[in-house]
């Protein structure tokens, strides 16, 4: 299986997400809409429907959908 090219990774201790794309930084997430802003600046227009696709993205160190520190 192929890696998914957005990666949304562990919540910072001050909260917040780092969103990759193929590697490079797109910003610190604090909600899904950063996320999908940064994914429609990248260039994918229909952003905010491929969240929860693993082919698109992943979801490391925590769940889905959640941007504060543990």
Same mark, same amino acid.
């Given at each position: 299986?192929?890696?998914?090219?957005? =990666? $949304?990774?562990? !919540?910072?201790?001050? /909260? /917040? %997400? %780092? $969103? =990759?794309?193929? /590697?490079?930084?797109? @910003? *610190? !997430?604090?909600?899904? !809409?950063? #996320? #999908?802003?940064?994914? %429609?600046?990248? @260039?994918?227009?229909?952003?905010?429907?491929?969240?929860?696709?693993? *082919?698109? #993205?992943?979801? %490391? @160190? @925590?769940?889905?959908?959640?941007?504060?520190?543990?």
């Amino acid at each position: 299986m192929a890696k998914a090219p957005i =990666t $949304v990774h562990p !919540a910072s201790p001050s /909260g /917040g %997400r %780092r $969103v =990759t794309a193929n /590697g490079q930084i797109l @910003g *610190l !997430a604090h909600s899904d !809409a950063d #996320v #999908v802003e940064f994914l %429609r600046r990248a @260039g994918l227009e229909e952003a905010d429907q491929i969240l929860d696709n693993p *082919l698109w #993205v992943s979801w %490391r @160190g @925590g769940h889905a959908h959640e941007y504060e520190a543990a």
